[in-house]
């Protein structure tokens, strides 16, 4: 199921931020890459969210906000961001009701898949790659910022 060229399917998440995030508040504001990864505290995972946290002001000066989507809760998130000095907002998808929405839920193993979403600021998704395997990590966030400078 692509969602190429369609509405970014909108929801509202807890964060790390201390309040819920609402995708669609970002419309007309900013484009928004959300990167959906199967476990804080895993190995791989452990190697891209601190990447993409990293490359944040790169973001920010694209107009764009990161939000990083699993089912963990706030407070794992909180606890796996303080330890890998995490600062892109973490969304807590309990449910997986989001991943599935995004076609990405891993529901026989109660995990999301791998994937990165870039929606624009009118809320269309403009990109998207699923991994093949949750432990693949091949779209880097200097990727993702390539994709970003086409949407200027």
């Not at 964060?15 to 990864?37: A, C, D, M, N």
């Not at 990165?116 to 269309?124: A, C, R, S």
């Not at 990590?137 to 949407?151: C, I, K, S």
């Amino acid at each position: 199921m692509s969602l190429l060229g369609q509405s970014a399917p909108d929801f509202t998440l807890p964060s790390t931020l201390g309040e819920p995030i609402t995708l669609s508040s970002y419309r007309g504001q900013k484009h928004v890459v959300l990167v959906f990864y199967p476990l804080d505290f895993s190995p791989v995972c452990s190697m891209q969210l601190p990447e993409y946290s990293g490359r944040q002001d790169d973001f920010a000066d694209a107009d764009t906000v990161v939000l990083g989507v699993n089912r963990d809760s706030v407070y794992t998130h909180q606890a796996w961001a303080a330890e890998y000095g995490i600062d892109v907002p973490l969304l807590a998808d309990l449910n997986l009701a989001v991943a599935r929405a995004y076609g990405v839920a891993l529901d026989e193993r109660g995990i999301s898949g791998r994937a990165v979403f870039l929606i624009d600021k009118g809320g269309v998704v403009q990109f998207e790659h699923v991994e093949e395997k949750t432990g693949d990590y091949t779209v880097r966030p200097a990727d993702v910022l390539d994709r970003v400078a086409t949407l200027r």
